[in-house]
């Protein structure tokens, strides 16, 4: 158990940025493939597609499996609400809790009764939370590539201003139809700035719609009542 509980920190910790050293390149694993052939006009125009489809994405629901970078895996719900707001619920253990109210992230172990907290502008998630997205001086596109996959685009960005946000890659599944061009977030991996890899990968994805607020709230362990309950 004592073995278990040290991946998970250490994967959830990776997954805001702040870990230790490895490289894993695969991912995206789960996706479905639609075989969509990629335009030369679709590929020039991927930056502007990729703004307009985040800054148009306002709330997200999701189930995701998470791979650590010591190649452990979880697996859970994801809310997203922008600005700033995201739950990470796992399902085994259901000991842990990620949530930020849209400031701070707060890393819950209910187990051993703690509350780690960050700044949400100080992680990688930040990245993928801003109210606007706009490539250029202050986020940094990297390279905006066709990715393995023919229905895969992949962008890779950071912030040179805060370099311990680390370097996110955001994937999308690209659907073409009748003379539109749509985008979906399927999957996302950091790298943090000492190297470290974690990925995550959505499945069921529920776009914009109307998400509880009681989502970015959580019981504090450190309560008096969970600590008696701990001691029975």
């Known amino acids: 158990m004592l073995i278990f509980r040290t991946l998970f920190l250490t994967s959830a910790l990776f997954l805001l940025g702040l870990g ?9 694993e789960e996706i479905e493939t639609i075989e969509i052939p990629k335009s030369k006009a679709i590929m020039d125009n991927r930056e502007a597609l ?38 990470f619920e796992y399902d085994d253990p259901q000991t842990f ?13 209910y187990e051993v009764g703690q509350v780690t907290k960050w700044p949400v502008n100080d992680t990688p998630l930040a990245l993928l939370l801003g ?56 999957a996302w991996q950091v790298i943090d700035a000492k190297g470290d890899l974690t990925s995550v990968t959505l499945t069921d994805i529920q776009e914009n719609i109307v998400l509880e607020a009681s989502l970015w709230e959580f019981e504090d362990p450190r309560s008096d009542r969970l600590q008696r309950r701990r001691r029975r």
């Open 20 to 28: 230790a050293l490895a490289q894993e390149k695969k991912l995206i």
């Open 50 to 87: 990729v703004e307009n489809y985040l800054n148009g994405l306002i709330s997200l629901k999701a189930n995701f499996v998470q791979r650590g970078p010591m190649g452990n895996i979880t697996s859970g719900t994801f809310n997203l609400e922008k600005p700033g707001k995201a739950r």
């Open 131 to 186: 109210a606007n997205i706009s490539f250029g001086e202050t986020l940094i596109l990297q390279s905006a590539e066709a990715g393995d996959l023919a229905n895969i685009i992949e962008v890779t960005a950071h912030n040179p201003k805060k370099p311990e946000q680390g370097t996110l890659t955001l994937y999308f599944s690209l659907n073409a139809t009748e003379g539109e061009t749509n985008l979906t977030l399927r």
């Open 97 to 109: 809790l990620i949530v930020s109210d849209g400031e701070i992230l707060n890393l819950i172990d």
